[in-house]
């Protein structure tokens, strides 16, 4: 079974950073996708970024395109949120997840849907006030 567990959440004032860390442990599996998800109240749950095996090919959402940038480090297991030039808008619980969104080296037509995640993690909370 593989276990998800983020941190780094917090609150900030608008304009401001933070770095969301997500570390994995269990089993290896056929997963090839890490995922960034959030959920505000009242709102549907939505893809924030993903990021595959190698770490090479990244995908946004294009409401944080070119604030926030996802990496791995796959010698500690841990993928990572860099959200920069934050936004009130930006307040959810974030939540890491791991699934499947690439076949061949191509994207799937959804990357970012939730259907394609197995595993998630418990959610950090991001706030960001004006």
């Given amino acids: 079974q593989v276990q998800l567990v983020e941190s780094g959440g917090g609150s900030v004032q608008a304009g401001g950073s933070l770095r969301l860390s997500c570390a994995a442990s269990g089993y290896t599996d056929s997963s090839n996708c890490m995922g960034w998800f959030r959920q505000a109240p009242g709102k549907e749950r939505e893809g924030v970024a993903a990021i595959d095996r190698g770490g090479g ?3 946004y959402a294009d409401s944080v395109k ?5 990496s ?3 010698a500690k297991n841990t993928v990572y949120l860099q959200m920069n030039s934050l ?3 930006d307040t ?6 791991r699934g499947r969104c690439l ?3 191509f994207w799937y ?7 394609r ?11 960001v006030s004006s």
């Avoid at 070119?66 to 996802?70: A, H, K, L, S």
């Avoid at 959810?92 to 997840?97: R, T």
């Avoid at 037509?109 to 259907?115: D, G, H, K, T, V």
């Fill in 117 to 127: 995640y197995n595993y998630w993690g418990q959610g950090t909370q991001v706030t």
């Fill in 66 to 70: 070119g604030r926030f940038t996802i």
């Fill in 57 to 59: 090919s990244t995908h």
């Fill in 87 to 89: 936004k009130p808008e």
């Fill in 103 to 105: 076949i061949g080296g």
């Fill in 109 to 115: 037509q959804r990357p970012l849907s939730p259907e």
């Fill in 92 to 97: 959810a619980m974030y939540y890491c997840a």
């Fill in 72 to 74: 791995r480090d796959n």
